[in-house]
C-alpha cells in the first residue's frame, strides 16, 4: 500500500502531496518527497519499539500528512493500521483496543490519560516533529512472520456496527491496491488535482480520498473536521486551498445549500465532486448541479469490504423525473452480480435482487470473527466448485437494459409491513416531492408484540414553517399504497447524522419508541 501511495515521490517530488488549511490564510504544503522521509522517520522509530509484522497499531487522529505518513509507515512494517476518530466514544475506542489488542496506541493530540486503553501495550503521540513514546510496547517472544506480503493485513475499519457489536472489516494490501488501480482507471483526478476529503479518518471514504488523490500524483486536501458544519468556513478551506475536486457523503452540503448557497458560487476551481454511502436526495443534488456548473458529479457505491465497487457519472442536468440515480457499473477488475433468494442469477432488467460483488478487491474478513466472514464471503453462484469466494453486499438492486445497476435499500432493511415489502427510499422520494420539504427520512420502528410502526421524519425548507402532518400523509397516499404511507411524521430541524455523515436512522427511531 505504501508503495502505491508514495510512487509520485519517485516521479515529482516537488509536487504536493498534502495540502493543510491551518486557518485563515495559513494553507501549509507537504511535498511527496517530504511525505516519504516523514514516513521513513516513523518508520524507524516504530521499528526501533519491536513493531513487526501482522502487529496492530491503533491511531486516534484526523486525516494529515502525519496520518497519512503514519498508514505508510505502517504498511512498510507489514503492521496492521487501525485507525479511530477523535471524536469517537471511548467505549468504541475500549473495544477496539480489546479486540485488536495494538502494540501501540499513538494519537495527534493529548486527549487526556483516561482515553489511553490499557490493552495497548505501548502508546506515544506523533506529529510533524516525528514519534514520541511515552511507553514502549512491552517486549514480545518472536513472532512467526519475517516480512510482510501482499495478502497480509493492511488496515482494519471498524464499521458503524449497526447491529450490536461493530465489525473489523479486514482489508489486506493486495485488496486495497486492486481498488485503487481499479478506480485510476476511472480517470477521475490528475496531477494537478486537489481532492479535498472530509470523511472521519475511521471511514474508509477517508482512504478512498487518499488513495484517489496519491495514486494520481495529486495533492490530498484534508478538510478540518470542525470546520465543516459551518458553510463560510468550508467554503474558505476549499476556496484557500484550491481545492480542484471535493469527496464526501451527502450531508457535507446540507447545511450549506440551506442556509448560504452563494458561497457555492464563488468556487469556480472544484470541478468535481464525488460522494458515497447513501442516496444523495435528488432536490439537492439538481441545486448543488447548478451553483457548481463546472463540476463533474460521480455517484460512488460501496460497501467497506471492498472499500467500494462501482462509479458512475450524474446526468447533467439530473432529468426532472429522475427516479433514482444509477450506481453505474462495476470498477475496472471487478464485477457485479444480482442474485434471487435462492441465490441464482438474476438477468432480466429491471428485476430487483442481492448485489454480489466478484474480484480482487474483496476484504479478508471481519476480525476475529470467522461466522460473519462465512456469511458475508459466499461460494461463487456461478461455478461453487472453483472454490472461489465473493462478497454478499447486503443491498438490494437492479440492473436496466444497459447493465447499469441501481440501488434498491439494503436487504436487511427491507422491512415487511402489514405482510408487505416496504422501500424506505421510495417514501422519502414521496416526502420530498412535498411543496417546503427540504429533507426527508422513514424509518420502521420495531416495538415487542404490535406491528412495526412506519414514521416518517421531514426537515422544512429554511424559513418555512413545518408542513402540516395531515397534509404530507395525505399527499404521500395519493401515490403509495396504504402499507407505505407512514403512521406517524415528524417535523425536525435538522436531520441526525452519525459519526460517518449518514442519516442516523438509529437515532430517528429511538426518538420514536421514547415517545419523544
Ligand atoms: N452510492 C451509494 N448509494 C446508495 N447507498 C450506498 C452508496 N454507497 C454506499 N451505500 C450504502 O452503504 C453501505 C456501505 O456502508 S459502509 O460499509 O459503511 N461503507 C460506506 O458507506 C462507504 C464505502 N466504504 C465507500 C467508501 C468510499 C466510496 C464509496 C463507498 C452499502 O452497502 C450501501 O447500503
Known sequence: ??????????????????????????VRTVTYRQLAERADEYAGALAEAGVGVGDCVLLESDTSSSAIAMLAACSSLGAVFVPVSPETPAPRLRWIARTTEPVLFLRTHDTGPERIPPEASGTGRFGPYGVELDRAPAPREDRGWRRGVETDPAYVIFTSGTTGRPKGVVMSHRAVVSFYRGMAACGIVGGSDRVATTSPLQFDFSLLDIGLALGSGAAVVP???????????????????????????????????????????????????????????????RRLQELLPGARMINCYGSTESMAASFAEVPRPLPEDLERLSIGTAHAGAELMIVDGDGRPVDEPGVPGELLLRGPTL?????????????ALVPDPVNPRTGQRVL????????????????????????????????????????????????????????????????????PEPGERGPDSTEVIAFCRTVLPEYMVPQRLRVVSELPITENGKVDRGELAARCRGGR
Do not use: K
Open 363 to 375: 476484504f479478508t474478513g471481519y476480525w476475529n470473527d470467522p461466522r460473519a466472514t462465512e456469511a
Open 1 to 26: 500500500m505504501h508503495e502505491f501511495l508514495l510512487a509520485a515521490a519517485a516521479l515529482a517530488p516537488g509536487n504536493p502531496a498534502v495540502v493543510e488549511y491551518a486557518g485563515r490564510g495559513d
Open 223 to 285: 478538510v478540518p473536521r470542525t470546520l465543516l458544519r459551518w458553510p463560510r468556513r468550508f467554503a474558505a478551506v476549499l476556496r484557500e486551498t484550491g481545492a480542484t475536486q471535493v469527496n464526501g457523503v451527502p450531508s457535507i452540503w446540507r447545511q450549506t445549500l440551506r442556509r448560504e448557497p452563494e458561497l457555492l458560487s464563488g468556487l469556480d476551481r472544484v470541478r468535481g465532486v464525488l460522494f458515497c454511502g447513501e442516496e444523495f436526495p435528488s432536490h439537492e443534488l
Open 392 to 459: 454478499r453486499t447486503g443491498d438490494l438492486a437492479h440492473r436496466d437494459e444497459h447493465g447499469r445497476f441501481y440501488f434498491r435499500g439494503r436487504a436487511d432493511s427491507q422491512v415487511q409491513i402489514r405482510g408487505n415489502r416496504v422501500e424506505l427510499g421510495e417514501i422519502e422520494h414521496r416526502l420530498r416531492d412535498f411543496p417546503g420539504v427540504a429533507g426527508a427520512a422513514a424509518v420502521v420502528v420495531e416495538e415487542p408484540d404490535t406491528d412495526p410502526l412506519l414514521a416518517a421524519f421531514v426537515l
